[in-house]
């Protein structure tokens, strides 16, 4: 067999194992769709986009986020409807056509077989990704910019001098016009690229401008709306150092799914601990190997691609971390940006660090693996409820006034549309009344004074945030002022079922 027979061979198991781990990951992307609820965010997107076009456009007024993605819902709501299945499916197909992005860009990077291949398959079972593919919000979209964006900065930096950036500025543009990290993003990479080439900082800095063009008209006609960006996040505080270490989690994910207001953090440590001992163990065959000076020289697109990502990450990170600390801009949902970065430095490195093909082969084999078995405990964890569950109380309700049509519900809540968009219910107005009757409906941050006994079978919904040491503490304070009363179990809501003689 000649040399580049056994080499297309060789090519031909990597892109093989690339192929199984994308379709792992395209599967989890589209199973399991409608396990969850849609939470306050998901039910948000859906109201915005299921009404009119004005209506879209007067909410998109008080948003900082260019209104592309509420605009590209509205047209898939029309196809098929405001159901969680068909919404999240929107989500799901941009995090599949993610995986076609890394393999089409990164096919002029330069980079060796193997390591493109894992770059792929690292791409397709990234639990960040999977779970924000099953998600009626604009990250799948953010997340698939950032692929691209990515990919095309990487073929760029190992291209020849004075590389075309037009692929670059296209994805930076369509970053810039799904969320303001998209453009933040763009900004990280642009003083990446910018610190490995100097000469080209004229022409990079007009590429960037051109790119976050979207945003930046965006944020000038905001300037001259009032109510501009009231939707702004101003209830999260600043990040710590346990906000990076949720990210480096969250991005590695393999296990310990929680809610919390800011995002969906994976909190096991054990796949990025894996992926850093692969990292150790190579650096000391490496180090044994050059003792015995036999080193092979390494690939130099290995180690410049790595450290590229590896100061981008940081950039990006370490800058938003600091101005967050005085202007609120971390959450964890919006850090998906720095997701793409951190698993390819990670898949770099191991590459620039193995000491010879064989060690890079037994490395890159390693990460992808452990990064494909972790897929097991995520989907575990997907399949568990873990969002707010709405519509699980609109049908424990419905089963309730079936049942006693005159039992009388207390909900925190002014507007019971949006419980009811996820719930497997007629989503009719009549049937609405039907089911509610003459519920009270109080705001959640006045709940706690309607909890008064009452004659007769009553039902009360308390939900307030997404903090399951909140969940709790109502649900007691419930039980305090509500004795004898039966606690139904619902994900994320304190639910109290009490019967009194009447």
Known sequence: MTARADSADRAGYWWALAAVAAAAGVTLRFIGLDVQSYWTDESFSVLMSADSWSHLWEVSRTEIHPPLYPALLK?????????????????????????????????RSGLSTPLRATLV????????????????RPYALLWLASVGLTAAA??????PPAAPLHWFVLWAALASATHLFGAILTGALVLTMMIWRRAESGRLAVAGVIGMAPLLVWLAIGMLTPGFAEGASRWID???????????TTTFAVGGLEMLDEGFVWRSPWLLAALLLVLALLAVHRWLAARRRSVPAPDPADGR???????????????TWAVSQTIHLWTLRNMIVAAPLLAWAIACATASLAAGSRARAMGLLAITVAACL???????????????GFGTVMEY????????????????????????????????????????????????????????????LTVYAWYRSTDPQGVMGRAAAMQRRLEGCEQIPIQGIAVMRCERPG
């Not at 790595?306 to 370490?318: E, Y």
């Not at 419905?398 to 949006?418: G, M, Q, W, Y």
């Open 75 to 107: 047209l898939w709501i029309q196809l098929g409807g405001t159901g969680p299945v068909w919404t999240r499916s929107l989500s799901a197909l941009f995090g599949a056509l993610s995986l076609l992005v890394a393999w089409l860009g990164l096919r």
């Open 305 to 319: 691609a790595a450290a590229f990502l590896a100061v981008a990450s940081g950039l990006l990170i370490a800058g």
């Open 238 to 248: 600043a990040p710590g150092v346990r906000s990076v270490a949720d990210l480096l």
């Open 397 to 456: 309700l419905a089963k309730v006034r079936t049942e006693r049509p005159d039992a009388h519900f207390v909900i925190s809540t002014l507007n019971p549309d949006a419980w009811m968009l996820s719930a497997d219910l007629p989503q009719t107005p009549e049937y609405l009344a039907w089911l509610l009757g003459d519920a009270q409906l109080v705001e959640k941050e006045k709940f706690s004074g309607a909890l008064k006994s009452r004659p007769g």
């Open 374 to 388: 972790a897929l097991i405990p995520v989907q575990r964890n997907l399949a568990l409820p873990y969002k707010t």
């Open 121 to 136: 398959a690292l791409t397709a079972v990234n639990g960040f990704a999977i779970t924000y593919a099953q998600e009626t």
């Open 154 to 159: 990487l073929c760029w930096l190992l291209g």
